[in-house]
C-alpha cells in the first residue's frame, strides 16, 4: 500500500533525528502497546511466521508434549540427534550456559530437543543424553511418519548419511534453533554458532516482552 504523502514526511523528519518520541507515539512507530520501544534481537526475527507454530510428541517418558505445556517460559527448540560428533552437543552446551548465565530467571527457560534419529534415540539414550547438559532438558520423540511431518512444518532438512555399517550412518540436519516467548508464540531463529550471550540478551528481552 503506498505511504501517504504526510506520513512520508514524517517518517523523513524522524529519520532526521527531529522530535523522535513525540512522532514516534503518534504515528505508532517501533513502540510497543505499553510505550516501550520494541526489542531488538540477535536472533532473526520470524514474528508472525505461519509456520513452526506448534508440536504434539511424546517426551523420554513416553508422556505427548506440546506448546502449551510449556506455558510462562521461553521455549528454545533444537532438532538434532545423540550420535550428532560437532553441532549438537554444542548447541546444548551453549544453551545449558544460557540457562546458568540467566541466574534466577533461568528456570523460565525451556529447551526442546526433536530427534531426527528416532530409529536409534531410545528414550533411555535421549534421558542420558540430555541430563549430561541439563535435567531440565527435554528430549521429543517422533515417529517416523511424525518426523516427516513435523520437519515439513517447521520446514527442517534432515537426511540419513550411510555409514560402514547398518548402525554407523549420520544425519545431515538443520543447524538453527527456534525460539518462543513465554506466551508460546513463535519470535527468533537462532542461527548456530552465535554462542551463549546474544542468546541470554534474546531471552531476557522476550521475558521483559
Known amino acids: ?17 527531529a522530535g523522535w518520541a513525540g ?19 540477535n536472533a ?16 523420554a517418558d513416553g508422556k505427548v508434549r506440546t506448546l502449551a505445556d510449556f506455558k510462562g517460559k521461553v521455549v528454545v527448540l533444537f532438532f538434532g540427534y545423540a550420535q550428532c560428533p560437532d553441532v549438537c552437543p554444542t548447541t546444548m552446551t551453549e544453551m545449558a550456559q544460557v540457562k546458568q548465565q540467566l541466574g534466577s530467571d533461568g528456570d523460565k527457560l525451556q529447551v526442546l530437543f526433536v530427534t531426527v534419529d528416532p530409529a536409534r534415540d531410545t528414550p533411555e539414550v535421549l534421558k542420558a543424553y540430555m541430563g549430561a547438559f541439563d535435567p531440565s532438558f527435554v528430549a521429543l520423540i517422533p515417529t517416523a511418519d511424525q518426523l516427516v511431518a513435523v520437519a515439513k512444518d517447521f520446514k527442517v532438512y534432515y537426511k540419513k548419511v550411510e555409514g560402514k ?34 542468546m541470554v540478551s534474546d531471552v531476557k528481552a522476550l521475558l521483559k516482552s
Do not use: Q, W
Not at 1 to 17: D, E, S
Open 165 to 198: 555399517t547398518p548402525t554407523s550412518y549420520s544425519m545431515d540436519h538443520s543447524a538453527a534453533s527456534f525460539v518462543y516467548d513465554a506466551d508460546g508464540r513463535l519470535r527468533l531463529y537462532a542461527r548456530y554458532g552465535a554462542g551463549a550471550a546474544p
Open 44 to 59: 532473526v526475527d520470524i514474528t508472525g511466521a505461519d509456520y513452526a507454530r506448534d508440536f504434539s510428541l511424546k517426551d
Open 23 to 41: 512522532m514516534a507515539a503518534t504515528l505508532g512507530l517501533g513502540l510497543s502497546a505499553c510505550g516501550e520501544p520494541k526489542p531488538s534481537f
Open 1 to 17: 500500500m503506498p505511504v501517504p504523502m504526510n506520513k512520508r514526511n514524517a517518517l523523513k523528519l524522524i529519520a532526521g533525528g
